[in-house]
């Protein structure tokens, strides 16, 4: 049986989970993790407690893979089902690190374990991996500790997360499509301007008459691909990665692309409604949870995802930290459709706002899916014509001559 152990706060950069084993005074074999600096300490932690260490070896995670939204999202799941069977909380995190196929997952919840083991708040302890756990779900979770509802809320962040996952999803698979399609385009026109239209070209030479002017083109920009192809293909690649990189780490960049987004036809309509289920559903989330709508509304802006909406929220939670009713603050901002901020209204004025915006979720979580549907229905069409004219375009181009040929014949 493990033994509990308490070590002094370490710099967390430089703390490694250690397993040991040892015999403690009664001469009984006990095991257990110890975060530490160092084996030295270790040991020395283990001997105050008057354990005689045996062996202490720095556990292992090699082979993970990058932990994932998903893994979280099913963490979370997994954990709120733990602790409604009333599981105890480290028997739990035990559990779900053995059961769990990513040895990067099992080590982030052992470290986790670790620190609740060692005196530590759960919500103490998320804080400490910001890059899994945000500030929307830290914050939940120390609402639950206090107000001794942590299942529930664990269960209403796993909801949050399994609904805000399946949004992604929905999103990610409506961009995937076009965008393997062209990519395959991009490769398919580049194979047939460095290797194909060549060798039309040396067959054309020996015709002896004047080539259609579509011809002309097509072998002109051939010439071009297989002169350059070591300069082109860098530059559109490195383009590409600088857009994504300046996307990702320019704030500036950021509002541009997410306004640009939202103003695109079709696909920026389809953006909208996701972000504002989003934004509908964290507000709702939180405020069930019992805290306070401005404390709420700090880590609404940034659940949203989109830096429109999460200038709008800060202007929102100004104005409501004044006194302004959340309906009124939303209708300044003027960005939120009038159903929306009806229902808000409702539901302040009948003191069940987290139902209503609950319910204006709901709503917009269909109407995403029924958009992704009616756009995939769309997209295939004009995917195809597309390619029709690009691919079937240089065909054309390249047998004109041929069938210029077989008329004179």
Wanted: charged fraction near 20%.
């Amino acid at each position: 049986m493990a033994t509990i152990t308490r070590t002094a706060p370490h710099t967390k950069s430089t703390e490694i989970l250690y397993a040991w084993e040892g015999k403690d005074k009664s001469g009984k074999t006990v095991r257990g993790e110890l975060r530490a600096n160092g084996e030295a300490i270790v040991n020395v932690t283990l001997r105050r407690q008057g354990i005689l260490v045996s062996r202490v070896k720095k556990k292992s995670f090699s082979g993970g893979k990058k932990i994932t939204d998903k893994d979280i999202t099913l963490f979370t799941r997994q954990l709120a089902t733990m602790m409604k069977a009333g599981v105890p909380l480290l028997q739990s995190f035990d559990i779900v690190a053995k059961g769990h196929s990513n040895p990067s997952v099992s080590k982030l919840i052992g470290d986790i374990r670790s620190d609740v083991e060692t005196g530590s708040s759960l919500n103490q302890a998320f804080r400490k991996f910001p890059l899994h756990f945000d500030a929307l779900f830290c914050n939940l979770v120390g609402a639950g500790e206090q107000a001794g509802i942590l299942e529930e809320l664990l269960t209403r962040l796993a909801v949050y997360k399994e609904k805000t996952q399946a949004i992604k999803g929905k999103i990610k698979s409506a961009l995937f499509y076009p965008t393997a399609v062209m990519a395959v385009a991009f490769i398919v026109t580049s194979v047939i301007m460095i290797w194909v239209v060549p060798a039309f070209k040396e067959v054309f030479k020996s015709f002896g008459a004047d080539l259609p002017a579509p011809t002309l083109f097509v072998m002109a920009i051939s010439d071009a691909f297989v002169a350059n192809w070591y300069v082109i293909f860098p530059i559109i690649f490195g383009s590409i990665y600088f857009f994504f990189y300046a996307w990702k780490r320019s704030v500036q960049m950021q509002r541009f692309m997410d306004r640009l987004i939202l103003k695109a036809p079709i696909f920026g309509e389809v953006v909208r409604k996701a972000t504002i289920a989003r934004w509908t559903r964290t507000l709702a989330t939180m405020f069930a949870a019992g805290v306070p709508l401005v404390e709420a509304l700090d880590s609404v802006g940034g659940a949203t995802g989109n830096t429109v909406y999460g200038d709008a929220t800060k202007k929102i939670q100004n104005e409501v930290s004044t006194g302004v009713s959340l309906t009124v603050a939303m209708q300044n901002v003027d960005i939120f459709p009038n159903m929306v901020t009806q229902m808000v209204s409702i539901g302040e004025e009948s003191g069940s706002l987290d139902m209503m915006l609950g319910k204006v979720a709901d709503f917009y979580e269909a109407e995403v899916d029924d958009a992704v549907d009616s756009l995939a229905s769309l997209m295939e069409p004009l995917i195809m014509a597309v390619l029709g004219v690009l691919i079937g375009g240089l065909v054309i181009a390249m047998y004109l001559p041929i069938f210029k040929l077989g008329a004179v014949v």
